[in-house]
């Protein structure tokens, strides 16, 4: 059914920039909501960025600035640009989609329980 699939995860130094991509298939009402998300080896997954339909975006306080998410709907697509990248920054980051329409604008949108498919992750590294 619902696939998704990223892109884009490379080894950088820090300064450096990075664009994910999320390609997704079989989706039956356009994408209501997608997300990144990130894990670190030994922390919890955390919510980066997340974008509605109508392209209103949401960023955790760790990447505001620095990262942009973005939708190309015409190509089922969903982009993550990370400028400015961190050793912190360092983790599996994965695309997440979510059927939900109600959701309050704002954090909930990062919350990684109202995703219902993931994606198998890409691996981006920052070093120092």
């Known amino acids: 059914q619902v696939q998704l699939v990223e892109s884009g995860g490379d080894s950088v130094q820090a300064g450096g920039s990075l664009r994910l991509s999320c390609v997704a298939s079989?989706?039956?009402?356009?994408?209501?909501?997608m997300g990144w998300f990130r894990q670190a080896p030994g922390k919890e997954r955390e919510g980066v960025a997340a974008i509605s339909k109508r392209e209103d975006t949401v960023y955790a306080d760790s990447v505001k600035g620095r990262f942009t998410i973005s939708r190309d709907n015409a190509r089922n697509t969903v982009y993550l640009q990370m400028n400015g990248l961190k050793p912190e920054d360092t983790a599996i980051y994965y695309c997440?989609?979510?059927?939900?329409?109600?959701?309050?604008?704002?954090?909930?949108?990062?919350?990684?329980?109202?995703?219902?498919?993931w994606g198998q992750g890409t691996q981006v590294t920052v070093s120092s």
């Open positions: 997440a989609y979510s059927s939900y329409r109600y959701f309050t604008y704002g954090n909930p949108w990062l919350e990684g329980s109202k995703y219902e498919h």
């Open positions: 079989g989706f039956t009402d356009d994408m209501t909501l």
